[in-house]
């Protein structure tokens, strides 16, 4: 097929597609197609395709049961056809110049039926909007073919019919025992908003399909339908009430993906049939922000059982984590299927500021119980949680956890960071409400900081015993009432083996293994040991010659000598500490001389003599300098004197 530089737009108008729902159905209820449909269509097992430069579907709808419908915008070129088993099928190796492709006012593309149908929609930038929706929906027990979208710069689904009933969607469904088929889309750039929807869904025995999202760039899914605010901006792989069928997996690759308000990124469980496992890798960033401000839903990254199917694992990989504002990355249960693993690797940070990582089993609220028409009490199991990252920073009451609030046991948390800080009341968790708590596992290569209230806990209610805490770290540091505890209720506390070079602990911070009312667990500090042999030189073996360490001095000075003279001891030593210390010193003065004050006295009158016999003898106490600088031992210091004997001597009354 050959189009010119002049090739045309192509146009179809109608009235929409009329589809509806059975009401009757709690959850995900499958389109219910109307008999009777306007638009454009062709035999079973065949094909539609359109080909033209801009294609545009305004309330148009094309028809091919269990068939093939192909749309290309194209500017120019070469479109080969080859033959399929549901008609032809369309390649564009020969393309390099695509336009545009719009789906709008509940434009519809249907090829449902007994299996094999294909969808592929080809162009530069995709839109499905006002409720507009592609859709193969298999009635059979022949597995159906793919949907397919290569947007060379992006797809955008977004909004929903006037009345909020149908979003605009790629759909993939199984009423019976076929499989679903995959959606694939490999595009720029990836929106999905106010409601907009990629979704698998099994209804039956069938299993559902995979998502593949090859995007280059961007995938942003954001918020909730204006019109219908249940509606969230979502993509689902789903197995539906009562369905036996296994859910598909989700596989997502992208530079950044974000949601935000609400938005949905999710492999669930609401049947017997496991969920789906959710594998995400973002080579730049995940950003997971908010919730929805009318039904207070987080932006959700999850992987869930709803019934007694199992609950998938969740594995994302990328380079920076944030999780904040209510958000979630979650595997959980409410009834008694087992919760899903979650793996997160993060080569260079994870934030989680208000969010939550998290595996659990949960009990349903009010409202979900009557919608899972499910009275409990749960049984299923929590998983384990396993994050690798340098930087991990849990604060504002964001919480990292696995968890069980029925009866079973809650699974482990192993996390392996260069450096953690715990924060504003952040927490890292492993607790039961009566099950065996679980263990947590923390290695931290550098230091681990908790401040303000920061909580490491491993708990257990009822008799379960509490959790076990093994930490590995270079220096702890708890602050600020933050705290560390391994308890219990009735059963047994927990351990806590700390192994870290340093530990500061303020006094309004524990560190506590206890039990209400059972055996309390121990808490255990090792110091990794020293090697002392690290800080010493080896020696040389020969010894040294004395005679090459000496310098000489010159001739001159050969024969020079140092010698003291005076009658007593050496002065203080001037490169020595002075010491307040009242010892004697010899001054050097080889005579006393009288004061000439005495010399005067002297003169004046004759030196009386006192006979000693007259005055009893008194015991001396103290001693005092006189005036010439003699010592006198005297019994009580007198004011005359220039230095009082219970003065401590300092160098300056020398």
Known sequence: MQLGANSGEIRVEGTGHGLTFDT?????????????????SVRPQNTIALVGSNINLSGGVLTAESGRI????VSSGTVSLTPSSSGFALEYDGISNFRDLHLSQQAGVDASGAGQGGIYLVGRRIDLTDGSVALIQNTDATPDGEIAVAASESLEIVGTTPEGEVRSSLNQETVSSGSAGDIRVVAGRLRLAEGGQIIIR???????????????????????????PVLFSSIFSIVSGGALGEGGNVNLSTERLTLLDGGILSASTFGSGNAGNLNVNASESVELLGIDPVFESPSDLTVATNSNGNGGNLTLTTTRLVVGDGARVNASSVEDGNAGIVTIDASESIDVNGGTIRSSVQLPTNVEGFLLDFSGPASGIAGNVTIRTPRLNVRARGTITVQNDALSNAGSLSIDVGSLRIESEGAIAAATASGEGGNINLRVEGAL???DR???????GGTGNGGNIALDTGTIAAIEGSNMSANAFAGTGGNIQLTAQGIFLSPDSRITASSQFGVDGLVTITQPEIDTASGLVELASE??????????????????????????GLPPDPTSVLRHRTVWVDIGLTEIQPSSVERENEERSPATELDSSQFPLIEATGWQWRNDGTIELVSTPQNRVRNPWNHRVDCSDR
């Open 24 to 40: 009757s159905d709690r959850f995900f209820p499958p389109f219910t197609r109307p008999d009777a449909v306007a638009g454009l």
């Open 70 to 73: 192909e749309l290309g915008s």
């Open 202 to 228: 099994t209804f039956d025995t069938g299993s559902g399909g995979n998502i593949d999202l090859d995007i280059t760039e961007s995938i942003d899914i954001v918020g909730s339908s204006p019109e219908n």
């Open 449 to 451: 900081i908790m401040r």
């Open 454 to 460: 920061g909580q490491i806990s491993a708990e257990a």
């Open 543 to 568: 010894p040294i010659d004395s005679t090459t360490q000496v310098v000489s001095v010159c001739e001159a000075a050969a024969n020079n000598t140092f010698v003291v003279t005076g009658n007593g």
